[in-house]
T-cell receptor, first 111, second 114 residues
């Protein structure tokens, strides 16, 4: 079945270091979305990428959608303790309006 | 963005009992979803709650165990029936954000079954 895979599962960084999480889909996606879940919180929508090769930035966060629309990445420059949480990518299922979520990357930042 | 509330926020229940979780949205939405998230894990879709018709369940989830109601476009309930400790999890409802495929999530219900 349709799958979205995400690596790494965990990433521990020193504050100020960069962080990247990668997302790969088994099928071509119409769009890719990223969500952030703080510890004890619920997933919060960050961004949606629609176009092949699209790059979007939100302050220190850079999101990319691959040319083949099957992979994506989230890069955080100079991490801060406020970046702590789990980052999920998600793509629409090819049947219906539901989403398929990656396994998530849990980011911890040591001050 | 939609504002979503869930009740209860957490509960501790005895094995064999049932719990009904409510999800209320501040605006009318087409699609409502119910997810389960076990500690340190990703989101697993239980079912899509359809207004005016039966919910659509994902593989591994059945109506007898997780009956869902969707009486109108702003409200849904999920019941976890005949609970066992394996049902201990966070249950999240979400709604679609219109025509963009994106979703807004409720705060979740943390369920512990003893």
């Amino acid at each position: 079945g349709q799958q979205v895979m995400q690596i790494p599962q965990y990433q521990h960084v020193q504050e100020g270091e960069d962080f990247t999480t990668y997302c790969n889909s088994s099928t071509t996606l119409s769009n890719i979305q990223w969500y952030k879940q703080r510890p004890g919180g619920h997933p919060v929508f960050l961004i949606q990428l629609v176009k092949s090769g699209e790059v979007k930035k939100q302050k220190r966060l850079t999101f990319q959608f691959g040319e083949a629309k099957k992979n994506s990445s989230l890069h955080i420059t100079a991490t801060q303790t406020t970046d702590v949480g789990t980052y999920f990518c998600a793509g629409p299922h090819n049947q219906g309006g539901k989403l398929i979520f990656g396994q998530g990357t849990e980011l911890s930042v040591k001050p | 963005s939609a504002v979503i509330s869930q009740k209860p926020s957490r509960d501790i229940c005895q094995r064999g009992t049932s719990l009904t979780i409510q999800c209320q949205v501040d605006s009318q939405v087409t699609m409502m979803f119910w997810y389960r998230q076990q500690p340190g894990q990703s989101l697993t879709l239980i079912a899509t709650a359809n207004q005016g018709s039966e919910a659509t369940y994902e593989s591994g989830f059945v109506i007898d165990k997780f009956p869902i109601s969707r009486p109108n476009l702003t409200f849904s309930t999920l019941t976890v029936s005949n609970m066992s400790p394996e049902d201990s999890s966070i249950y999240l409802c979400s709604v679609d954000a219109g025509s963009t495929d994106t979703q807004y999530f409720g705060p979740g219900t943390r369920l512990t079954v003893l």
